[in-house]
């Protein structure tokens, strides 16, 4: 061989060496960077360290366990969008807002994003506005408008970002932007415009995990990485033609699945090449997200199905036709399971990722009458709310945001009219809850103290009581400390129950008119509170005159006429009473009260 062959070969193998060294591998030894070779790794792109039954997933709690096996989702059962609702327990409690007001049926609600903080992005056709809700669903203030219809919204990883895309401005001037936000105050400040970059309506846009990249796609048929650091842009990935819909970040940042026209393409995020491209829709793509763990990309189309895709090599593992065309896909954080948005008028679905099978039916999104604007029915987005309880829809018609609370998203609170005199007060809350709301069923103390003795078996979310008396005594046994602490523990297995008083029940007592009771109340000069408490409680006259969870009261001042038989009678309160066997007895207390 001579010498310029040799070194014919010789450079030949240095360009191909720099060319494998340059563009990036799918099957790196370990792409995600948990430790875990990816030919082992069952979460590729996800780092993780599970252990049992799947290999390197992500695993909050540690134990070995990933999420995506143990992860359980809240009780949607009979959720609905009315606000007051029959059955309490079902937990159909929801906050339903216009933002278009009812005036305007045409006007969508399109794009909402959860905040770190459990608030919520919310954006309306209606005035064009970027509101911000609580995590309740209330709507707290217009943080700013944008001059046409929010089209896409999402919040940095550390929420101190928010990106705002809409419909194309006049011109077709796109009409894309990032604000910066002041939690303290509730507001947002501008902070860049990108829309000098991009083309006419920009519909779909999203920060990548750590927040250290923004992308965005649309009508300019391409999708544009920027720098969030400089607003630099680093690639800009062309898409032949087609419109791009929708833009979702692999967990760990390195690709990104992009949906345009009726494709789903998957593309590494460092050098904008393509991993892998499909073509299974027969209409517009409109619906993605890709799930925490990594290991599924769900699409949703406008052909009435959502498709299920393996990220490592495209592969469709199921097709679902929802029967209404399906515009957005949330996952919950473990990956579990996932809600869709869709057209429908009559409710939506929430599937697990176990067997792809439906597991929740909820929601009511109705429309109004006629082919156009004013008939349309479903919603336009979903996402899950920041602990997962709720589930928040943008609809279609009115520009309505629902809010739809599970049984878990309640703090329940058992109790008779104690209780039930409280509840407008605990739909207030809603107006700066962002967590657990109140909520009231009627129940009796006994029932109550065993479902709180018991409270893992017996109910979903977190259960309190409310009563004019303690936690039933006959279950539970006072702690040493009790006048101090009012910690009480449950016979049945020591949980620890706390007795909280917070107020006075108003009552009123009434007597038989010119009786021998108006007769002895007259003759004394009327009761005091104490003598009430006697005539009332349930408790026996020797824990009455313990110190405990009120004061011990002294008989010989409530009852100073007293005989001693046990029996609690008029003339125990005064000798002048007369003694009438068939009437001197409280018969009437007496019987109520078990005494």
Not at 75 to 103: H, I, K, P, Q, V
Not at 404 to 413: E, P, T, V
Not at 468 to 490: F, I, Q, V
Not at 538 to 551: E, Q
Request: charge should be negative; proline fraction near 4%.
């Amino acid at each position: 061989m001579n010498r310029n062959r040799r070194m014919s070969i010789f450079l030949t193998f240095l360009m191909v060496t720099s060319l494998l060294f340059w563009s990036p591998s799918a099957i790196a030894a370990d792409g995600d960077g948990d430790g875990f070779d990816d030919t082992i790794d069952d979460c590729p792109f996800a780092a993780g360290t599970s252990t049992t039954g799947l290999m390197g997933c992500p695993d909050s709690d540690l134990d070995g366990i990933p999420d995506s096996t143990e992860g359980t989702i809240s009780d949607f059962t009979d959720a609905t969008r009315d606000y007051d609702n029959d059955d309490e327990m079902s937990g159909g409690m929801s906050e339903y807002t216009a933002l278009g007001g009812w005036g305007d049926s045409g006007v969508m609600c399109r794009t909402l994003d959860v905040a770190p903080n459990g608030m919520v992005a919310v954006g309306s056709d209606s005035g064009d506005h970027v509101y911000l809700a609580s995590g309740s669903g209330k709507i707290l203030t217009s943080l700013f408008t944008i001059g046409s219809n929010p089209r896409g919204l999402d919040f940095s990883a550390n929420g101190s970002l928010l990106a705002v895309a809409g419909y194309g401005l006049d011109g077709d001037a796109a009409n894309v932007h990032v604000y910066e936000m002041n939690w303290t105050s509730q507001s947002a400040t501008h902070l860049v415009n990108l829309s000098a970059n991009h083309d006419d309506d920009t519909f779909g846009l999203s920060f990548n995990p750590d927040g250290s990249e923004l992308y965005v796609g649309g009508k300019d048929q391409n999708v544009t990485i920027y720098d969030t650091s400089t607003w630099a842009i680093l690639h800009v990935i062309e898409f032949g033609g087609d419109d791009v819909y929708n833009i979702a970040p692999s967990p760990d940042g390195r690709f990104i699945a992009v949906t345009h026209a009726q494709e789903l393409s998957v593309h590494w995020t460092s050098n904008g090449s393509q991993f892998f491209n499909v073509h299974n829709h027969t209409d517009v793509v409109l619906g993605l997200d890709w799930s925490p763990d990594g290991r599924w990309i769900i699409t949703g189309g406008n052909d009435n199905r959502f498709r299920v895709y393996d990220p490592t090599n495209g592969t469709m593992i199921a097709e679902v036709n929802q029967g209404s065309d399906v515009y957005a896909v949330a996952f919950n954080k473990a990956g579990t399971h996932f809600v869709l948005a869709t057209t429908s008028g009559s409710g939506t679905s929430i599937y697990s990722t176990a067997d792809w099978s439906n597991v929740y039916e909820l929601g009511d999104f109705p429309g109004g009458s006629g082919n156009g604007a004013s008939g349309r029915r479903g919603a336009r987005d979903v996402a899950w709310s920041e602990d997962e309880p709720k589930i928040y829809f943008g609809g279609r018609y009115y520009g309505a945001f629902y809010t739809f609370y599970s049984a878990d998203a309640f703090i329940w609170m058992g109790g008779d009219v104690t209780g039930q005199l409280m509840e407008s007060r605990f739909v207030e809350y809603g107006d700066v809850g962002h967590d657990y709301l109140p909520n009231h069923y009627n129940s009796t103390i006994l029932p109550i103290t065993q479902q709180q003795c018991n409270q893992a078996s017996e109910m979903n979310g977190i259960l309190m009581g409310a009563g004019a008396t303690t936690s039933a005594e006959s279950l539970t046994t006072p702690l040493s400390n009790y006048s101090d602490s009012g910690m009480r523990s449950c016979d049945s297995n020591g949980d620890i129950l706390v007795d909280v008083p917070v107020a006075r029940m108003p009552a009123t007592l009434m007597v038989t008119a010119n009786g021998v009771a108006e007769q002895c109340i007259s003759t004394i000069g009327g009761l005091s509170m104490g003598q009430i408490r006697w005539l009332l409680s349930d408790a026996s006259t020797s824990d009455l005159m313990n110190d405990g969870h009120h004061p011990g009261m002294t008989l010989s001042s409530i009852a100073p006429n007293d005989d001693g038989d046990g029996v609690i009678e008029w003339i125990d309160l005064h000798s002048s009473v007369p003694i009438k066997p068939s009437t001197h007895t409280i018969v009437g207390i007496t019987d109520r009260y078990h005494r």
